[in-house]
Structure formats: structure tokens, C-alpha cells
Nanobody
Framework: QVQLVEAGGGSVQSGGSLKLSCTAS????????MGWFRQAPGHEREAVAS???????TYADSVIGRFTISQDNAANSLYLQMNSLTPEDTAMYYC?????????????????????WGQGTQVTVSS
């Protein structure tokens, strides 16, 4: 069973950048569809970005052109480079390993029961 540990969150001003990382142990990330979800208090969970074993990526419309998802198989790690951050990006960000990429394509943004979650890392963007 894979264990996921996120890092890289923090507080930045609007227009700043952060890079989140998600390091896996217990299994190889290539086995899964990997991605990021985020949730802010009082808001619905949002599927931010995903990448599959073939390197295909998806992004939420709200982050296209600003966020980049990448995966380093040698390091068994997933990353999310976030540029041009705005206060609307403030949320808890979760790394998720799932057996399907469907959750990132669905407005419901509900990972499968077989998904593995990291503990989350907080991103706070001030204006």
C-alpha cells in the first residue's frame, strides 16, 4: 500500500510561486493515476491536476497556464509547480494516488474508494 507525504506548502503573496511535492513509499507511483485535489473552507473540493502512467495531464480550468504537474519516477515523487498564485488558490492541497484518472475529469471530484491520500499541505495566498 502506498503512503504519500506532501511538502512545500506555505504562505505567499499574490503573484508568488510555490512548488508542492509528494513523496511516495510502499509502492511505485507509476502504478497509479496521480494528482492533486484542493479544498478551501466552505468550498467544494476541486480536482486541480492529474498525470497518468503515459504522462498525459489534466488541469482544472482555473489553473491552466499557471500550474504544472510533473512526476519523477526515479524519485517516486509527484510535484505541482504553482505560479502567479492568487488568493483564490488558498486551500489545503492533497496528493492522491488513484486506480483511475476519472475523478479528475468529473465535476464531482470524488476519488475512488481505492485512492490513497496524503495528509495535505496548506497553501495560503495573501493579496
Amino acid at each position: 500500500q502506498v503512503q504519500l507525504v506532501e511538502a512545500g506548502g506555505g504562505s505567499v503573496q499574490s503573484g508568488g510561486s510555490l512548488k508542492l511535492s509528494c513523496t511516495a513509499s510502499g509502492d511505485t507511483l507509476r502504478t497509479y493515476c496521480m494528482g492533486w485535489f484542493r479544498q478551501a473552507p466552505g468550498h467544494e473540493r476541486e480536482a486541480v491536476a492529474s498525470t497518468d502512467s503515459d504522462g498525459r495531464t489534466t488541469y482544472a480550468d482555473s489553473v491552466i497556464g499557471r500550474f504544472t504537474i510533473s512526476q519523477d519516477n526515479a524519485a517516486n515523487s509527484l510535484y505541482l509547480q504553482m505560479n502567479s498564485l492568487t488568493p483564490e488558490d488558498t486551500a489545503m492541497y492533497y496528493c492522491v494516488a488513484d486506480v483511475t484518472c476519472a475523478p479528475w475529469a468529473s465535476p464531482a471530484a470524488v476519488p475512488s474508494p481505492l485512492a490513497h491520500w496524503g495528509q495535505g499541505t496548506q497553501v495560503t495566498v495573501s493579496s
